[in-house]
């Protein structure tokens, strides 16, 4: 009996310690991401920019969740349909409130959604569902109603949207996927009436095309655009973009990525590096938002580097496809930085004069333009890149396959792992272990050297 109560003691302290300490890190780390509220007030809006609406060309909705809508998925195909110049593309919600992207993105919508059925008087012609964490059912509910109203239009879905759209009914009997993680961590059971498939890029059936994780939502949406509007279309968005896999969009089947032992580095990450990077991102009119979107998905969901949009106005930053950014800090009350990105290939003209005020204000932290001087690049290679020499370059490997990007063209320099993430366990754990031998030797031991004097 006493053996079993030591090994008890010491296996419940290692749970409490290791496991206590990483679960609440990993919780708040997530909940940073996927419901990051803001900390400085709304401010009063006078102007909002909406694109004009032109009866000759085709309507593509993209959702805004009430809660929160996952960057990556929202933002790039709203840019990449908007690029054509062949679409009306606005942002559209169940309500004008401000919505907010996952990291902290906050922007304005375009339209409810009870707006633009009377502009239109129809259904769109095409509908773009994000991933959209449902975790309030009452602030969701309408996303499924609206999605379920206009289910004869066509309907394209977003990495983990897809689980967004099998929600409303409309994938029954129907092919599809979505996230590689989706797979392994069973949601995609609970929608058993499915034909799900983790071995293709995008999955078309019928008027639903449905895509799998972030990057593969560029070849859906390069896909429906060759359909659509003809491949020199596609093409020439691929090469705005410097997509270097386009071949994906002819044939989209892969070798499926699996969770496996490379999840552990995010997972230390998100639990256990207590000493996060602070980054802000400035927001400036015209810039592009698939640049933007780079820095919210690739260092904000490392789970090593918090980001705050700063900017120089109170207004609404107008980007270049006219979405709205609401920024939540000012150049004069932005928290304490360790740095400051300034993103997109043209930010050096697009935000010359912010840059003037940034530096006249006499801001310690230098403006970095992390995409200028890469205009030949895609725009996650840069930073994947440079997350590996701010973090680790396993942080950065993974990071791309989060992303699936499969391009063999990222070149990683940098430290081989982070000694913060491993590190701290590695203390939690002996921590833990001295605790447990310390209850052993003052209480059990004690208590049974106790005994044997009594016998004595």
């Known amino acids: 009996m006493k053996l079993l109560l030591r090994v008890v003691v010491y296996v419940m302290t290692f749970v409490i310690f290791f496991g206590g300490i990483g679960v609440y890190g990993y919780i708040r780390t997530n909940q940073e991401y996927w419901n990051p509220a803001r900390q400085t007030p709304f401010p009063a809006l006078q102007r909002v920019s909406v694109p004009e609406y032109n009866q000759k060309k085709p309507t593509v909705a993209v959702i805004l969740s009430n809660q929160t809508t996952e960057v990556f998925d929202f933002m790039v195909p709203y840019e990449m349909f908007a690029m054509t110049e062949s679409y009306n593309v606005y942002a559209v919600a169940p309500d004008k409130n ?19 059925d009377r502009l239109l008087g129809r259904s769109p012609d095409l509908i773009v569902i994000p991933a959209m964490p449902i975790v309030d059912e009452v602030k969701y509910k309408t996303v499924r109603e609206w999605i379920r109203k206009h289910s004869d239009t066509e309907l394209l879905s977003i990495c983990a949207g897809g689980l967004n759209l099998a929600d409303t ?42 895509s799998a994780a972030i990057t593969s939502g560029i070849d859906a949406v390069l896909y429906v655009i060759s359909k659509q509007l003809g491949e020199p279309m596609a093409e020439k968005i691929a090469n705005k973009i410097h997509y270097p896999s386009y071949h994906f969009v002819k044939n989209p089947k892969v070798d499926p990525y699996y969770v496996d032992g490379s999840e552990l580095i995010y997972t230390f990450n998100t639990a256990f590096q207590w000493h996060k990077k602070t980054a802000g991102v400035w927001l400036y009119d015209g810039m592009d938002e698939g640049a933007l979107t780079t820095i919210f998905d690739t260092y904000a969901n490392s789970g090593t580097t918090k980001i705050y949009t700063v900017s120089n106005v109170k207004q609404p930053i107008v980007t270049k496809y006219n979405l709205n950014l609401v920024t939540r800090y000012h150049m004069w009350d932005v928290p304490k ?40 690049r895609f725009m996650f290679d840069v930073t994947l890149e440079d997350l590996a ?17 499969r391009a063999e063209n990222l070149k990683f320099q940098g430290s081989p792992f982070s000694y913060e993430s491993f590190g701290i366990p590695v203390l939690i754990s002996l921590a ?8 052993d030797r003052r209480f059990i031991r004690k208590e049974k050297k106790g005994r044997q004097s009594i016998a004595l």
Do not use: C
């Open 98 to 116: 401000m919505k907010t992207l996952s990291g902290g993105l906050d922007l304005i919508p375009h339209y409810s959604f009870d707006e633009l």
């Open 169 to 210: 009914g409309l994938l029954k009997g129907k092919e599809a996927t979505t996230d590689w993680k989706s797979f392994d961590y069973q949601e995609v059971n609970k929608y058993p009436d499915t034909k799900w498939r983790r071995d293709l890029r995008y999955v078309v059936d019928g008027n639903i095309v449905s």
């Open 337 to 376: 930085l360790d740095r400051m990105f300034v993103p997109g290939e043209e930010a050096k003209s697009l935000a010359a004069e912010e840059v003037k005020d940034w530096n006249v204000r006499g801001n310690k932290v230098n403006l970095e333009f992390i995409h200028s001087g890469y205009s030949d």
């Open 389 to 405: 020499k701010q973090e680790d370059i396993l942080t950065a490997i993974y990071g791309a396959k989060r992303i699936e990007y």
């Open 432 to 439: 833990a272990i001295l605790t447990a031998f310390f209850i």
